[in-house]
């Protein structure tokens, strides 16, 4: 199957296997994001070994489980399974020894599940990679997991043995717009731009979710087949999704919860008052977890006055709008929210997501790609605006989204908002040009308003570049 996307970490990882000396790589990223899709892809399964972590599995079911693969792969020692990490890395270096493959590519999936308690797991991956595989020319160890937290804890940000020893770290992301349509166009589903960015806004380009749609159906149809529906096919996703990820997942889902309730976000003061949770060091690491993760942003209002958290994975902000409430024994409740005002709400909150998912697609469509940049949020008593991007070109561009199904039309009242923000922007910013931006779904109707108020128009097809 084609690898949708990924290029530049596609380019990596051939730059990698053809460096000719040890590498150590970490692949991270949320679930079902597509990391072992990617490594399998790329190296075609042709590896000298290969082991996933078993859920939820206990010590000895792990090192059961890392026997059997290295049975299948050619072990030809004991049979029973190893005592302890440290032997099961020695039996695989026998296996990777005994191979005759030019590059020895090793793929360790879903390790944080490997790492049981008091396993010692971390001490023995250390063990192995210093002692033996960096001191070998022909080893390339790949590593693999989807708890981010984990990863960037105990492989990329190690204090002990590890620290700084992975030779190249993988972020792996969800899809853009682009790529999602690129990729659902592939599997035979050509649906028009705002129908894609919906689809986006619902499901955050994420592969697994984007490989269940059913291209006989229209998207309305396949959001209440695989979410709305009795035993829908992503009914305990929500669960799963946070259970996998987060050892305390309870907490996580706390903070997600309030920030879903606040548009632009909470400051830290404001979370611990929303939550049960406790000002301190645990905060910090859910915080930080929630972050690494890629489900909330952590961003400054104008000179730094207030640090917000805001929640920004597409599929979390939808399944607390309208799923978490419990069933509602409507099969078709997606299709029924077509047009409401509770839908549009939505879709216009989460149209401002969107865009700031794709600021590198924003800054490409304002020509300003090669010019350094700053966003940040604007808020005063009188104004409030979401999105100012500082250019070092002494240019500020106020940007205004606005979903419609039609091409958006300024009224007067509107009109005079706008003048509003951008007033308030000015005076933070009385030696650069401004530049109002519209961001929109439709287009932009070209009446006098638009005409004498606005410079610039990034449209949705401009989010797809």
Same mark, same amino acid.
């Given at each position: ?38 490594? $399998?892809?790329? =190296? ?7 082991? %996933?972590?078993? #859920? +939820?599995?206990?010590? &000895?079911?792990? !090192? ?39 590059? $020895?590519?090793? =793929? ?7 790492? %049981?308690?008091? #396993? +010692?797991?971390?001490? &023995?991956?250390? !063990? ?51 790529? %999602? ?285």
């Amino acid at each position: 199957m084609k690898i949708i996307g990924r290029k530049s970490e596609i380019n990596e990882l051939e730059r990698l296997l053809k460096s000719g000396a040890p590498e150590f790589v970490a692949v991270y990223g949320r679930r079902r994001v597509g990391k072992t899709f990617l490594v $399998k892809e790329f =190296f075609g399964n042709n590896f000298v070994f290969y082991a %996933t972590g078993v #859920s +939820r599995g206990t010590k &000895a079911e792990q !090192l059961q489980n890392f026997q059997d693969s290295l049975l299948e792969y050619g072990y030809k020692g004991e049979t029973a399974a190893p005592e302890s990490w440290n032997e099961a890395f020695k039996r695989l270096r026998s296996v990777v020894e005994q191979s005759r493959q030019k590059r $020895k590519v090793i =793929f360790l999936d879903e390790l944080p599940w490997m790492d %049981t308690q008091k #396993s +010692r797991f971390v001490q &023995a991956i250390d !063990l192995f990679w210093n002692k033996w595989c960096s001191t070998r020319e022909d080893v390339m160890l790949v590593v693999c997991g989807s708890a981010a937290s984990w990863m960037v804890k105990n492989i990329i940000k190690n204090k002990g043995g590890l620290h700084n020893r992975s030779t190249c770290k993988i972020h792996l992301m969800p899809f853009t717009l682009g790529e %999602t349509r690129e990729y659902l166009q592939s599997r035979g589903v050509k649906w028009p731009e705002q129908m894609l960015a919906e689809c986006y806004m619902v499901m955050g380009g994420i592969p697994y979710y984007l490989q269940q749609i059913d291209r006989s159906m229209s998207l309305a149809q396949n959001v209440d087949r695989m979410f709305f529906r009795e035993n829908a096919l992503l009914g305990d996703e929500f669960e799963n999704l946070y259970s996998s990820l987060f050892m305390h997942s309870g907490d996580h889902v706390e903070i997600v919860r309030v920030l879903a309730r606040k548009r632009e976000g909470l400051t830290r003061d404001e979370i611990v008052k929303e939550t049960s949770l406790t000002d301190g060091g645990g905060l910090t690491r859910r915080l930080t977890e929630l972050e690494q993760c890629g489900f909330i942003r952590r961003y400054s209002t104008i000179n730094n006055a207030r640090q917000l958290y805001q929640l920004t994975d597409f599929y979390t902000q939808f399944y607390l709008q309208f799923l978490s409430g419990g069933k509602t024994y409507d099969d078709e409740q997606w299709l029924h929210l077509q047009g409401t005002s509770k839908h549009n709400s939505w879709l216009g909150l989460s149209f401002e997501r969107l865009c700031f998912a794709h600021m590198p697609q924003i800054r490409r469509a304002l020509g300003i790609a090669g010019v350094a940049t700053k966003t940040f949020a604007y808020q005063t008593d009188g104004a409030q605006v979401d999105m100012v991007i500082e250019r070092a070109d002494k240019t500020v561009c106020m940007c205004e989204m606005k979903w419609s199904a039609l091409p958006y039309t300024i009224k007067k009242a509107e009109n005079g908002k706008i003048v509003n923000r951008l007033l308030a922007v000015r005076e933070r910013y009385p030696r650069y040009a401004m530049m109002v931006v519209m961001v929109t779904s439709g287009g932009l109707v070209q009446n006098e308003y638009a005409m004498q108020t606005v410079q610039r128009e990034v449209t949705l097809e401009e989010l797809f570049g």
